[in-house]
Structures are given as C-alpha cells and as structure tokens.
C-alpha cells in the first residue's frame, strides 16, 4: 500500500484565492513527521512546512497552513491567498521515527496552476 | 552560505558506463540520502546515511552504491548504467539534532539530471 497518497494530480486556482492540496498517508508509528515541498519549474525542492504527530496544533507558515486531521490520516496543504508564483508542483512526505530521521516517503505530487 | 551542492548538473552516459554523483553538505548534518525522481512522479528513496560509516539501502538501491567516508560528502556511484536509470537525481541532508529528529526538513540539493542512451 502507498505510504502518501496524493488524489490530485493537476489543481487550478484563481490567484487571491485559497486553494486545499490534499494528502493521506499510511502508518503504523505513533511518532512521524509529515512535510510539504514546493518544486517549482527550475526543479529545486523547496520546503514549506511540518506537523508532528504528537503536534497537538495546526502547522502555519506565513500563507501555508496545514490541515491536520490524525484520525483521518490526512495532513492536507492549504495556501491562503494564491499567487502566480505559487504554480509548482507540490509534495507531501512522511518520515516514520527518529530512526528512520534520514528516509522520507514521497507521494507523487500535485501540480498547482495559478491563474490571473 | 552553500548547503547542499551537487554536481555535475547534467550528464550524459552510455549504456555500460560507471560515473560518480557527487554531493556535499556544509551544514554538519548527520543524515543524507539520494532519491530520483522520474518524470511526473515524486522522489524515491535509493540510499541513505545516518552518520559518517553508516549507509543503509532505500527503497530502489539496485544498481547503485554509496559511500559515507566524512560529514560532509555522500557520494552516489552507478556502476553500469542503464537507459532505466535516466532520471533526475537529488541529494538530501537533514540535521540530527533538535526536539525531534523526525521532524527536521530535508535540505535539497538542485539536482543531477542524467541521460542514459
């Protein structure tokens, strides 16, 4: 079974608007950590935000906020007044412990097109 | 203030041929790791290290070795490459110190993109 899934593969938002990208993810550790990357077209990973399992609030960073939902198993990405710099693709990714501090799983993403 | 460097950033090789992706951190981070990532999909892990001598596989190893001699290099060698080795490579550091270990965010480097005739 896939460790992150990501349901969709393009979104479309229109730029000032808020957009919910969204993520699932499967594990049997009471400690993870779960992160959103930002990969633009030039294709460097950028990193936009963390929530830890035993974070009892919602991870915000400026105009990221995550949705945390741990029953759910869902930690759904939310940008709060989209830009035209915000189309990317964008992925979830889970890390299992501290033990495993070094290994991340990756969903395989989902491609953001702001339009003006 | 350099991070993670990668090089080269292109290159081509001939099915058959062994090169050497070379990653370097500045950051004294205890984890690195190399993932690819094929087109329209996301990184998977290939191998790992948690601390100079230690190296442990991911999830697609085959056809792939790495080393840990110091902190700060990771390098990643194919050893005969194949046309399905062609992909874009990335190098990756985390720090292993801090509240959580888990929830440090990896460092990427820019990417290696390989091309395998």
């Known amino acids: 079974a896939q460790k992150i899934t990501q349901t969709q593969p393009g979104m479309f938002v229109q730029e000032k608007e808020a957009v919910t990208l969204d993520c699932t993810y499967d594990?049997?550790?009471?400690?993870?950590?779960l992160f959103w990357y930002k990969q633009p077209s030039s294709g460097e990973m950028i990193f936009l935000i963390y929530q830890g399992s035993y974070d009892e609030q919602n991870a915000t960073e400026g105009r990221y906020s995550l949705n945390f939902q741990k029953a759910r198993k869902s930690a759904n990405l939310v940008i709060s007044a989209s830009q035209l710099g915000d189309s990317a693709m964008y992925f979830c990714?889970?890390?299992?412990?501290?033990?495993?501090?070094?290994?991340?799983?990756f969903g395989d993403g989902t491609t953001l097109t702001v339009k003006p | 203030n350099a991070g993670v460097t990668q090089t080269p950033k292109f290159q081509v090789l001939k099915t058959g041929q062994s090169m050497t992706l070379q990653c370097a951190q500045d950051m004294n981070h205890e984890y690195m790791s190399w993932y690819r990532q094929d087109p329209g999909m996301g990184l998977r892990l290939i191998h790992y290290?948690?601390?100079?001598?230690?190296?442990d596989q991911g999830e697609v190893p085959n056809g792939y070795n790495v080393s840990r001699s110091t902190t700060e290099d990771f390098p990643l060698r194919l050893l005969s490459a194949a046309p399905s080795q062609t992909s874009v490579y990335f190098c990756?550091?985390?720090?292993?110190?801090?509240?959580?270990?888990?929830?440090?965010?990896?460092?990427f480097g820019d990417g290696t993109r390989l091309s395998i005739l």
């Open positions: 594990t049997s550790d009471q400690s993870y950590g």
């Open positions: 990714a889970m890390r299992e412990g501290a033990a495993n501090a070094g290994k991340s799983t």
């Open positions: 290290s948690v601390g100079a001598g230690i190296t």
């Open positions: 990756a550091s985390s720090s292993g110190t801090g509240r959580s270990k888990a929830g440090q965010p990896q460092h």
